[in-house]
């Protein structure tokens, strides 16, 4: 199976890597647009800021090349605010693959942290990311901005208010949390992507 993990001017890209590596797999690490074409399996993951991050997507043309991909896609994070139709962060639009906005978390009371930072549950989980999931599980969250809950939401998290831990659409797959930073239960997801038809 071929892996692909997108080249691109955000972070987190190597501790994805070390993911698979875990799990047994090989990953390339590419802005290769023909090798990101014929992987079996794309991941994109992100840490950084969207408007500079989406700057540099459209120069390159990895902003066609992600929203058409036909094979399973997976967005973390970033990845997947940018998945999305706009964000609030740098008031700038995305790819659009989810029609939906990314909102900036307003805290309500004096303990509400921005960013939301650490270990939360998910729940009301509906894809086959989450297959074998029977309870709530932790995973590790570090962001700012916020996808509200929509029709495309595959799991929920309550952190202010509920929002889309997950997002689920055709091919196109996305986590809030990390994954690759959530022990067990992380590598379990990757497992189950990484095993979608």
Request: proline share 4%.
């Amino acid at each position: 199976m071929k892996v692909a993990i997108v080249k691109y001017n955000a972070g987190n890209i190597h501790s994805v890597d070390c993911a698979l590596r875990r799990l047994g797999v090989e990953a390339t690490i590419t802005a290769d647009k023909e090798l990101l074409r014929t992987a079996d399996k794309v991941i994109f993951p992100g840490v950084g800021e969207a408007k500079t991050t989406m700057q540099y997507l459209r120069a390159t043309g990895m902003d066609e090349l992600i929203k058409n991909l036909r094979q399973p896609v997976l967005g973390i994070c970033l990845g997947m605010q940018l998945m999305c139709s706009h964000s609030e962060e740098g008031d700038t639009d995305g790819l659009g693959i989810f029609d939906v906005p990314v909102k900036r978390f307003v805290p309500k009371r004096q303990e509400d942290k921005v960013p939301h930072m650490g270990w939360n549950t998910i729940n009301k989980t509906n894809s086959a990311l989450f297959d074998g999931f029977t309870t709530e599980a932790f995973v590790y969250f570090v962001h700012s901005f916020y996808v509200p809950v929509c029709e495309f939401t595959a799991a929920e998290t309550d952190y202010i208010q509920p929002f889309s831990a997950a997002l689920h659409k055709d091919n196109f797959y996305a986590t809030q949390f990390h994954p690759e930073k959530s022990g067990t239960v992380g590598e379990h997801i990757v497992k189950n992507f990484l095993e979608l038809l």
